[in-house]
């Protein structure tokens, strides 16, 4: 191991409830971001299985403050009621932070699903936002709004980036235009962070399910964007596919390049994989690779203006059940990544530096403590390089988001007494 560069404070439990059932997203590689004043913002969601007004889902959102290093009492974002007044909820949010503090929710919704359809005929997806001082609205934003022949007319998971520029791009998975194949598509912002509502799907289609022959179906893409406004995105199979890891690009201006396949049998629809660039405009790709008996989390690099990917490297060589990986890159362009680990008999929260030039695993520390499984990690890198993990954990009656950082608190304002 080499070179911590500061040690990890103790785990942080962020909600508190033993009835309320909290989870991150599928896909959660965007479901935490922290603010140039070392504030975290992260969004999870509540609910069981299927969705119904007896079961309804809710998106949450609550913030971490960087001084005191207290969590705020977590707030339901969506408000999501049927025409009759019944509620249905949310699902599997994600968020861009603004450089202003602004926070934008992304998510998507079953209220427009009717009950003889088992409320899962016509998923949106929805925002809301709010300043750093002000709070969500009332009325969220309806950024899908789509009406297709058949009963099964969804989509799911979005993921979203901002961008230096402003602008906010936008990544989901949609079957309008088939009932049993998804589709991705890619809509993207004004530098205001504004969308046209709605979201046209003819124009921010990215794939087609005819042109590979009506029989993959493509799902949970993740994405990140470069400086020069290049979008790469992965993704990979839907839940009676199997596995495979999936790469493409679209440049500023342009179409979507021809999918690469990086792994046959890596990563599935319970485990995604995730992206991340470096300043350099480096791209890496984490997963995890399900086919082999060398099996566990993969890295795999595509080096700024290379048209190949890298060899994959194994991220430890400890042999155990490996899953769940998230990445980001730091400032300096080093990689950070978070993983489930089962060496020690149950699913724990595992952290690791790695040097992409060297391509080896600089150090690697145990994060979290409970003594049930932990599942689907997601990570962000803030101000000075620190890191901040969140992952959702089973110690308790029902799942609960926890939370850990070597990111030190703020140091207090000093307070002057007057002497009178």
Known sequence: MVGVASDFLPEERVTTSDTIHFELSRNPNHAMAVGADGAVHLVFWSGVLDVSPANPSAVWYCRRDPASGRWSMPEIVDDSYTSQGVRLGGRHPSLALSPNGTVRVFWHDYRHCVSSLRWINNIELYMDS??????????????????????????????????????????????????????????????????SAPISLTTTRLTDVAQRGNSISYTLPDIVVDSSGTAHIVWTRDNAAGYGVFYARRASIGTLTTPQILSA?????????????????????????????????????????????????????????????????????????????ERNGHGEIFYGRFN?????????????????????????????????????????????IYYCTNSPKAAAKPTWLVYR
């Not at 934003?141 to 297709?148: D, G, S, V, W, Y």
């Open 130 to 195: 709010r300043t750093l001082q002000g709070s969500f609205s009332g009325k969220d934003i309806r950024l899908t709004q789509t009406a297709a022949s058949h009963d099964g007319d969804n989509g799911y998971v979005p993921q979203v980036i901002m961008h230096s520029t402003g602008e906010i791009f936008l990544a989901w998975y949609d079957y309008h235009y088939n009932r049993n194949l998804a589709d991705l598509f890619l809509a993207r912002s004004n530098t205001q962070g504004e969308f």
């Open 356 to 400: 992409p030039t060297t391509r080896t695993l600089l150090e690697e520390k145990k994060v979290s403590a409970g003594p049930s499984d932990s599942v689907r990690p997601c990570l962000a890198v803030g101000p000075n390089n620190h890191v901040h993990i969140a992952w959702t954990d089973y110690r308790h009656p029902t799942g609960q």
């Open 265 to 341: 049998s890596g990563a599935n629809f319970f485990d995604p994989p995730h992206i991340a660039c470096s300043p350099h405009g480096d791209v890496f790709v984490a997963y995890t690779e399900y086919g082999t008996p060398a099996g566990g989390v993969y890295v795999q690099g595509l080096r700024a203006g290379w048209a190949t990917f890298d060899a994959p490297v194994k991220v430890t060589s400890i042999q155990s059940n490996q899953k769940h990986a998230d990445l980001k890159s730091d400032s300096a362009g080093m990689l950070h990544l978070v993983w489930v680990d």
